[in-house]
């Protein structure tokens, strides 16, 4: 079993800092999708806006912070620095704006978050894709991509063609959730972080297995009907797990 140590997590190796820093960039996309699906899945629910929105400004602050680091995957620190840079930005104007009752700076921050926020998160997104190891990025890209489509997806009209864009956009996510779960079955060998990555892993391969079947499914087939909400937290605990152990894991393991 091994814990990574107080020292190394404050003082990481740069392979692991970029590993660090490209999680809170995914991370800052992630929770920015979450507060979408919180809008359509579970309104008025307080806990969970301020549990995303918390998720948004760490890992945006925490991105902007990888500017000062000198690798050489600087496209991609410059990347996520700037997505997250813009994201706060935004964000500190809408909160004046609605503080303040200003309604050119509502409609501003209206605008900037319909037409601006987008390619900003899809900024920090790439951006912790490229920061992290070859051999992570592409189960991640999977991962989350496939599990974010099928979120974003699910919450439009359904029709045959996105009951497909759905399937495949889950099976994709059960295929990079796959990953964390064969990096973890030699029990001898598997770090304390790999075991506990099976957890949010796990816990997506679920969601996506009740998804995939409720978009291939005949309508009178009898399939295990999940409430919303249940939805809506399992993709925010998933996230928040896989996030905590990106933050400490090491490049080396």
């Not at 490209?22 to 549990?51: C, D, K």
């Not at 680091?69 to 994201?87: C, D, E, K, N, P």
Request: net charge positive; with cysteine.
């Amino acid at each position: 079993m091994s814990i990574p140590s107080l020292h190394g997590s404050l003082t990481p190796h740069p392979r692991d800092r970029n590993v660090r820093a490209g999680t809170a960039s995914i991370a800052t996309a992630g929770a920015l999708q979450l507060a979408v699906i919180a809008a359509a899945l579970i309104p008025g629910s307080s806990i969970y806006a301020v549990l995303a929105a918390a998720g948004v400004a760490l890992g945006a602050t925490s991105a902007i912070a990888q500017l000062r680091h000198r690798t050489s995957s600087r496209i991609y620190q410059w990347m996520s620095a700037l997505g997250g840079l813009v994201i706060l930005t935004i964000g500190i104007l809408v909160a004046v704006a609605r503080i303040g009752a200003s309604p050119i700076l509502s409609t501003f921050g209206m605008v900037a978050s319909y037409y601006v926020i987008p390619i900003a998160a899809l900024a920090c997104y790439i951006g912790g894709l490229g920061q992290l190891p070859m051999k992570w990025a592409g189960p991640t890209l999977l991962a989350t991509a496939g599990a974010g489509a099928t979120a974003w997806l699910s919450l439009g009209e359904v029709t045959v063609s996105t009951r497909i864009l759905i399937s495949i956009a889950a099976i994709m996510a059960i295929i990079g959730c796959v990953f964390p779960l064969i990096r973890a079955l030699p029990k001898q060998t598997a770090t304390t972080t790999a075991r506990i990555m099976t957890i949010p892993a796990g816990l997506m391969i679920l969601l996506m297995l009740h998804i995939l079947g409720m978009a291939l499914l005949p309508g009178q087939f009898p399939w295990l009907w999940i409430p919303p909400a249940v939805v809506a937290w399992t993709y925010m605990i998933s996230g928040g797990l896989a996030t905590m152990v990106g933050l400490v894991t090491s490049s080396r393991s």
